[in-house]
C-alpha cells in the first residue's frame, strides 16, 4: 500500500471535506463534479482532468473537465469517447490504469481522441459503486512530462471512488421527486454513512495520531493547522450523519429494514484494529433485527466515538467489545486495559456518547484510571416485543 506524506494527506483531507460540504449544500451538481474533478486532477499534479460518464451504449461522455484546454480552445466538456477506449474499459471492469505515454501504449493507443493527443502520461479510475459504476475519472499530463506515481494514482482512485457517491447524493438532493421509491434513498445513505464516513473517520484518526508524533517537530503554525483540519473533517462528518438521517426520513410513509447493526459494528471494529495495530476482542450477542434504524445510527456513532478515544489516547495493548441486544436492552461496551483518560483531553467525544444515550432515552457511563484503563458502557431501551 501507498503511503502518502504529511503535506499531501492534509492537501487530500481539506479536498475531501470541500467536497463532502459541496455536496451537502449544492444546487447544482454539475458544480460537484467540476469541484471534484479539480480536486483530482491537483492532488494528482495532473495538467488536465475529466469526469466521464458511461452510456447505456459503453461508450462515455466528458461532462466535467478542469485544467488545460485542447487545441484550438475546444471544450471536452460533451466529447464522447469509444466503448473500446481505455476510459470506457475502465468504466465498466471498474479496474484503474495508469501509463507513461497513452499515445504510444498498445492498450490505449488505438483510440485516442484527437481533441486530446497532445498529452502522454495517463491515469482512469472508476466512479461509482460495485453495484453502480456510473463512468471513470481520468487525468493526463503533457506530453514528455513525468509519468503519474503510485501515490498520484492513489489519490486518484479514492476520490473516484467518491465522485460517484457525491454525484448519487446530489441526485438525491436536487431531485428528489424523481426518486421512485424510499429505498434508493436508504442504499444511497447507507453507502455515505458506511463507506464516506467510514474514509473521513480513518483518515482524520490517521492525522491526529501523525500530528501528536511529530508535535515537537512541527512549526506551530503548521500543527494548529493540521489541528484545524481535523476538527473540520469532524464537522464534516456530523454534516454527512445529518443528511443520512434526512434521507431516511425523506418518506416516513415508507418503511425498510435497517441494515444488520452487528455487521456495522464489525466494520468499526475493523477500522479501529488497522489504527490500533492489533484486532479489538469483538463479542456480539441477541438479535440485531429489533434495533431500529435511528438506534443503530446513535449505537454505530457512539461505538465509532469511543473507539476514537481509545485510538487516539490510550495507549493500550488490548481491547475487548461487547455490543448486546437482550431484556428489552441495546448495550455496547468498551473497555480497554491502557493509562485512562487523560486530565488534559477535551471531553467533547465524552459528551457526544452522553448526548446520543440521552437522544435513543438511555444512559453512558465511562470509568477510567491509570491502573484499570477505561470502560465505556452505553446503552439504551428497545421497544418489547
Request: proline share 5%.
Amino acid at each position: 500500500m501507498v503511503t502518502m506524506d504529511l503535506h499531501l494527506a492534509t492537501r487530500t483531507l481539506q479536498a475531501s471535506t470541500e467536497i463532502a460540504r459541496a455536496a451537502l449544500s449544492a444546487d447544482d451538481p454539475d458544480a460537484v463534479l467540476r469541484l471534484v474533478v479539480r480536486s483530482a486532477a491537483e492532488l494528482a499534479g495532473a495538467d488536465l482532468g475529466l469526469v466521464m460518464a458511461r452510456g447505456e451504449d459503453g461508450r462515455v461522455t466528458v461532462e466535467a473537465a478542469h485544467g488545460d484546454r485542447p487545441p484550438g480552445d475546444e471544450n471536452p466538456v460533451g466529447l464522447v469517447l469509444s466503448a473500446r477506449s481505455s476510459a470506457a474499459r475502465v468504466a465498466r471492469s471498474g479496474v484503474p490504469i495508469v501509463v507513461d505515454d497513452f499515445t504510444t501504449d498498445p492498450r490505449t493507443a488505438p483510440f485516442v481522441p484527437r481533441a486530446l493527443r497532445q498529452y502522454g502520461p495517463f491515469a482512469a479510475a472508476p466512479f461509482g459503486t460495485a453495484e453502480r459504476r456510473l463512468g471513470a475519472l481520468t487525468v493526463y499530463r503533457r506530453r514528455g512530462t513525468p509519468a503519474f506515481t503510485p501515490a498520484a494514482v492513489e489519490v486518484l482512485t479514492a476520490f473516484a471512488a467518491q465522485a460517484g457517491l457525491v454525484v448519487m447524493l446530489a441526485e438525491g438532493s436536487t431531485a428528489r421527486q424523481r426518486i421512485a421509491i424510499y429505498e434508493e434513498r436508504e442504499r444511497i445513505a447507507r453507502d455515505l454513512h458506511d463507506v464516506i464516513v467510514q474514509r473521513l473517520y480513518a483518515a482524520g484518526v490517521q492525522l491526529d495520531l501523525l500530528g501528536r508524533k511529530l508535535s515537537r517537530r512541527l512549526a506551530r503554525r503548521d500543527a494548529a493547522r493540521l489541528a484545524e483540519a481535523v476538527d473540520q473533517l469532524d464537522e464534516t462528518i456530523a454534516e454527512v450523519r445529518a443528511t443520512v438521517g434526512a434521507l431516511r426520513s425523506a418518506d416516513p410513509t415508507e418503511t425498510t429494514p435497517p441494515a444488520n447493526l452487528f455487521d456495522s459494528v464489525r466494520a468499526e471494529v475493523g477500522i479501529a484494529g488497522e489504527l490500533l495495530g492489533f484486532p479489538p476482542a469483538l463479542v456480539t450477542a441477541g438479535d440485531p433485527d429489533r434495533v431500529t434504524v435511528a438506534t443503530a445510527d446513535h449505537a454505530r456513532a457512539a461505538l465509532r466515538e469511543a473507539l476514537a478515544n481509545v485510538v487516539r489516547h490510550s495507549g493500550a495493548a488490548a481491547v475487548q467489545v461487547r455490543v448486546s441486544c437482550d431484556h428489552n436492552r441495546l448495550e455496547l461496551s468498551v473497555h480497554d486495559n491502557g493509562c485512562g483518560i487523560p486530565r488534559d483531553v477535551t471531553r467533547r467525544g465524552l459528551r457526544n456518547l452522553s448526548d446520543r444515550a440521552t437522544a435513543a432515552g438511555g444512559s453512558c457511563e465511562v470509568t477510567s484510571s491509570a491502573a484499570n484503563g477505561t470502560t465505556v458502557t452505553w446503552q439504551v431501551p428497545l421497544a418489547a416485543t
